[in-house]
């Protein structure tokens, strides 16, 4: 056994470090650059001539630089950038116009200033189904998929990027289904058991081995005979616990399918892993240029390579798949709305800073946090300059950048977005700025209204306009707003979430 281990490691040992080695038949190819995210950090501000940064807010009130949460300075750049003006002073009065001329600017201003562009020429993707069962969530049958997206490398075959989606729809289901696809780790719901018959062979087999291998456990074997080392995990069918179902039933008791799309397949979570990942594998593993993808746009380019698949997936209607994430995934789901039409609506959980929050606030988290080495990955490298105190250029704050978060979410008009919040009393920190999302989810709504759809509905002007109470949903437009009343999770407002959802695909 143990033996069987260590060869299966050596050989992948050895093919690995074959592939990497400059010498031989590879020898064409550039090394991977492996820099730390510090170095990597560095690197980008050298290119931007940047020579300092401004320090992000602490959010530790104790700190000597602690964030602001006094919402009489939370605005000092009231003004935001236009929505409905073109750069050359025209005013934006049709549909047509936002379509053909004022929504390009603004996704332009967002590729090369602050998610960064996906490069031309991305390499295919061909997904491979792993596994494919039918299993049991709660009560409810399902067809469970785990898949594999595997990125062609061949042009730089150092690196590998293989995306990891599970899809799970209701087995019984008359048609296709809508489909929640969310960032998360993909997990199997219920992975099927073997039968307990087999499990006992099972068992005999594996205890025979590892006597084998340690003669002495064949004494413990018999001092505990009914002692098997694989157990069962069948679950046991107990009470239901108190509170909402987990969400994954929810969906899949509402006739939804879901899939987790697992965001550390496609790019890792840090400055270093930019010369990896899919960044890395189209860079031949060089660091990236100012205007390259950072991570939230990598990410959302992975989700939009998993709609590619349930395009193909007869089970799914690809009509209506939505895209959802909490927190730093919260962000990535709004910059995939934006960013690919195709998906249909969007669950975005406290995004925060570089998500739904207005950059120009001084509130909580800010512009100069998202500059730091620590999280700098997730933007373009371009995003850098916003927080320069000494450049070459001089200096740049929040107030620089040619957009904000009401035009991300302005993007994504007219289709169904819903921005969620948790408590701060619950762990939804102020950090995130909720009434800073709330203000631009407010002065998204006029690209709303002129594309025909409903916004939050309210009269107020952004700059005025208060959050509603807690657990007081805004769910009359296609643009809906609900802060719920538990902490930094969208968990609770999954209840509300489907059946607004459903509205408008039951109303097409
Ligand atoms: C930090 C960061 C947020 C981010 C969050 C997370 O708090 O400042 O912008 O959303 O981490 O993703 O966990």
């Known amino acids: ?14 093919t690995a470090s074959a592939q990497q080695s400059s010498g031989g038949a590879n020898v064409k190819y550039q090394p991977v650059i492996n820099f730390s995210a510090q170095e990597d950090h560095q690197h980008m501000l050298k290119q931007l001539g940047i020579k300092a940064l401004r320090p992000g807010p602490s ?21 935001l950038p236009e929505l409905l003006t073109l750069k050359n002073g025209k005013k934006v009065t049709t549909a047509e116009q936002w379509w053909n001329k004022r929504r390009p600017e603004i996704a332009e201003d967002f590729e090369r200033e602050v998610y960064g562009r996906i490069p031309k020429e991305v390499p295919k993707v061909s997904w491979e189904t792993l596994i494919s069962e039918k299993e049991w969530v709660g009560w409810i049958p399902v067809n469970a998929k785990k898949l594999v997206g595997r990125v062609d490398n061949s042009q730089y075959p150092l690196l590998e990027v293989n995306i990891a989606m599970t899809v799970v729809t209701p087995a019984n289901a008359k048609g296709p289904v809508p489909l929640l696809m969310m960032f998360g780790p993909s997990e199997l719901p219920a992975p099927a058991q073997p039968p307990k018959e087999s499990l006992e062979k099972i068992n005999a087999a594996f205890k025979a081995l590892l006597i084998e291998q340690d003669p002495s456990l064949k004494e413990v074997f018999e001092q505990y005979p009914a002692y098997n080392p694989i157990a069962s995990q069948v679950p046991a069918f107990g009470p239901r616990p108190a509170g909402d179902p987990p969400t994954t039933h929810q969906l899949l008791a509402a006739g939804w399918g879901y899939a987790l799309i697992e965001p550390g397949s496609i790019q890792a979570d840090n400055g270093a892993g930019l010369t990896k990942g899919i960044i890395g594998l189209v860079n031949k593993g060089q660091p990236r240029k100012p205007d390259d993808w950072g991570a939230l746009r990598a990410w959302a380019w992975g989700a939009s390579r998993g709609l590619d698949y349930l395009e193909t997936d007869p089970a799914v209607d690809a009509k209506w798949v939505g895209i959802e994430g909490v927190s730093r995934f919260g962000k990535a789901a709004l910059v995939t709305m934006a960013f690919d039409q195709r998906f249909a609506m969007a669950l975005v959980g406290s995004s925060g800073q570089g998500g739904a929050k207005l950059h120009r606030r001084n509130f909580g988290e800010a512009v100069e946090n998202l500059t730091s080495s620590y999280e700098y990955h997730w ?4 995003y850098l300059k916003y927080g320069a105190s000494e450049a070459t250029f001089g200096s740049k704050n929040a107030n620089d950048l040619p957009v904000d978060a009401h035009q991300l979410i302005a993007l994504c008009a007219p289709r169904p977005v819903f921005i969620s919040y948790g408590i701060p009393e619950q762990g939804d920190a102020r950090w995130v700025d909720q009434q800073g999302s709330y203000m631009a989810t407010v002065a998204a709504g006029p690209v709303y209204q002129l594309l025909g759809a409903r916004d939050l509905g309210i009269t107020e002007d952004y700059k005025t306009a208060k959050m509603p109470a807690v657990n007081t949903g805004l769910l009359e437009g296609e643009l809906a707003w609900r802060q719920h009343d538990g902490g930094h999770t969208d968990a609770p407002n999954f209840k509300y979430f489907i059946p607004w959802a459903n509205k408008f695909i039951q109303g097409k």
Do not use: H, Q, R, T
């Not at 300075?73 to 009231?78: E, G, I, R, S, T």
């Not at 933007?379 to 371009?382: Q, V």
């Open 379 to 382: 933007m373009a490298g371009n």
């Open 1 to 14: 056994m143990k033996k069987a281990i260590y060869l299966f490691f050596a050989l992948v040992a050895s």
């Open 59 to 79: 959010g530790d009130e104790k700190a000597p630089n602690p964030a602001n949460y006094n919402e009489a300075l939370a605005n000092p750049y009231p003004e």
